[in-house]
């Protein structure tokens, strides 16, 4: 009687494995996705640290709306006023660009105020609340210089 050989006794002579090319192939792929998520994954990151940046600004505008409601005025609103109000911020006096996750107190007179802080992608953001308007402007700009007066916060976010 003769008897059929099996398909693994069969391959069990062959050479198991994978070839130069399927290998190159399994790369050239792993390349191509890494290419196209790596730019989608740093930009979300950027974002991400300037809608962060971004929030602490409103919540230091937040400290700032308080202590005008109580007060009347901007005036005085200084980096011990604001550290009572939100001391959950780093805030810094102004004259000088703020650094990362800190908040600048650049204007506090009368019916304005401006603040900036600097994001962690470099991106400087700031809010400014003109007198005589109920509106706030905001703006961001990556150099200090673009956003430090309330004249200049104005490009949007």
């Keep these: 009687m003769h008897r059929m050989r099996t398909i693994p006794a069969q391959r069990r002579g062959e050479e198991a ?3 130069l090319v399927e290998l190159m192939v399994v790369i050239l792929v ?3 996705l890494i290419a196209i998520a790596l730019p989608t994954y740093l930009g979300a990151r950027t974002r991400a640290q300037d ?3 971004q929030a602490d600004l409103r919540s230091g505008y937040v400290a700032a709306s308080t202590y005008y409601a109580a ?3 901007f005036t005085n609103f200084d980096v011990a006023a604001a550290q009572q109000a939100e001391p959950g911020l ?3 006096a ?4 703020p ?3 800190q908040i600048s107190i650049e204007v506090a007179l009368n019916q304005s105020l401006l603040l900036i802080t600097q994001s962690s992608s470099g991106t400087y953001w700031c809010i400014a609340q003109l007198p005589g308007s109920p509106l706030t402007s905001k703006g961001g700009d990556a150099a200090w210089a673009n956003v430090n007066t309330t004249a200049a916060c104005n490009q949007g976010w």
């Design 94 to 97: 102004g004259g000088a660009a």
């Design 71 to 73: 007060n009347n005025s």
């Design 17 to 19: 494995g994978f070839t």
């Design 90 to 92: 780093a805030w810094v």
């Design 30 to 32: 792993i390349g191509i």
């Design 51 to 53: 809608r962060a940046a």
């Design 99 to 101: 650094g990362q996750k």
